[in-house]
């Protein structure tokens, strides 16, 4: 997906400014592409010029409105119906995952806990949007039932990624020789040093 396809998607929906889609994006799309402002109104302003929308309306401090046109009604849709499709997936957490071995491992697993945490907070929440939209909450247009797919989506991607952070905590290089999280640790406090060797002796 582009910024540019995802913005005359919420066009689609009917007129916005600027700072309406960059609010749309952080709320409906933000889990599975953020967009940052300036990046957005630089892509209007090249929509613009290519004819794909066009100002609707114009408000207070150079506020404007745009809608969608017919050629960006069109290239969206074309978008949405093309065989081929971007399946690259950019994710820091799973690079950082790369050199997990360059971190101590009380270090990682905390680092995972967070992780672990916000990954089900965010699957938890998706959960809340979409059980409202199953209750109606938001209607029952084609739109709404759109927006529930991806719900969906948001929710199981999260919810895969808590998991992995959970089970990761409980192997190496998280934990040393496949011994459960703590477990070293503990040994090493138990173990006795110089002088309880030799008060053993």
Do not use: C
Request: charged residues 25%; hydrophobic residues 40%.
């Amino acid at each position: 997906m582009s910024l540019r396809h995802g913005l005359l998607g919420l066009l689609a929906e009917g007129p916005a400014s600027g700072y309406d889609l960059a609010r749309r994006f952080e709320e409906a799309l933000g889990p599975v592409w953020p967009a940052q402002h300036p990046k957005i109104y630089a892509e209007l302003s090249r929509l613009a010029d290519a004819g794909m929308i066009e100002v609707d309306s114009r408000g207070p401090r150079g506020r404007k409105a745009y809608r969608i046109t017919d050629t960006g009604l069109a290239e969206v849709r074309r978008w949405l119906a093309e065989g081929d499709v971007d399946h690259t997936l950019r994710s820091e957490s799973a690079l950082r995952s790369f050199f997990f071995w360059l971190m101590e491992p009380g270090e990682l697993r905390e680092h995972l806990r967070r992780e672990q945490r916000f990954f089900a907070e965010t699957a938890a929440l998706a959960r809340t949007y979409a059980a409202a939209k199953d209750r109606g909450d938001f209607g029952d247009s084609m739109q709404t039932k759109s927006m529930r797919v991806a719900l969906e989506a948001a929710i199981q991607m999260y919810q895969a990624l808590a998991d992995w952070a959970d089970w990761a905590q409980t192997v190496p290089p998280a934990v040393a020789n496949g011994d459960r999280p703590g477990e070293a640790t503990d040994a090493a406090s138990a173990s006795p040093g110089p002088e309880g060797s030799a008060a053993a002796g």
